[in-house]
């Protein structure tokens, strides 16, 4: 299991209380039991978090990467992937990318917010 720095302190619930806010149903019970649903109940960075789908008994279980845009919205990031741990490990990816491995800020920022490790890796 993924742990800090991937992780935030961001409950699932939160998550829920925003999409919910907006009327939208992606964790309301209905769409839970529909999709045959369950929610892994750890948020990482980026507001990304996996759920799994079972279409019914007879299919496999995928997982799926999620987030949970700022509004609340919940968009698919990627899927089909067939255990949680390779979710997890594409997470990973996901955020390394994304992040500067010594300092930790996005990318996109480090142009204008530098840290002493930065500094000598940036080429402009």
């Known amino acids: 299991m993924l742990k800090y720095p991937y992780t ?3 409950s ?3 998550l829920k209380y925003k999409n919910e806010k907006l009327h939208h149903y992606f964790f309301s ?3 839970i039991k529909f999709f045959n649903s369950r929610i892994l109940p750890t948020v990482y960075k980026y507001n990304y978090f996996i759920t799994s ?4 008994y007879k ?12 509004n609340g919205e919940i968009k698919t990031i990627e899927g089909d992937f067939s255990n949680k741990y390779q979710a997890e ?3 990973k990816e ?5 992040t500067c491995k010594h300092c930790g800020l996005l990318k996109s920022d480090i142009n204008e917010i530098y840290c002493t490790a930065c500094k ?5």
């Open 8 to 10: 935030t302190g961001e």
């Open 59 to 70: 299919s496999k279980r995928f997982y799926k990467i999620r987030q949970s845009l700022q």
């Open 89 to 91: 490990k594409r997470i």
């Open 53 to 56: 789908e079972q279409f019914d």
């Open 12 to 14: 699932i619930n939160n």
């Open 29 to 31: 019970k209905g769409a």
């Open 94 to 98: 996901l955020i390394d990318s994304k």
């Open 120 to 124: 000598p890796y940036i080429v402009k």
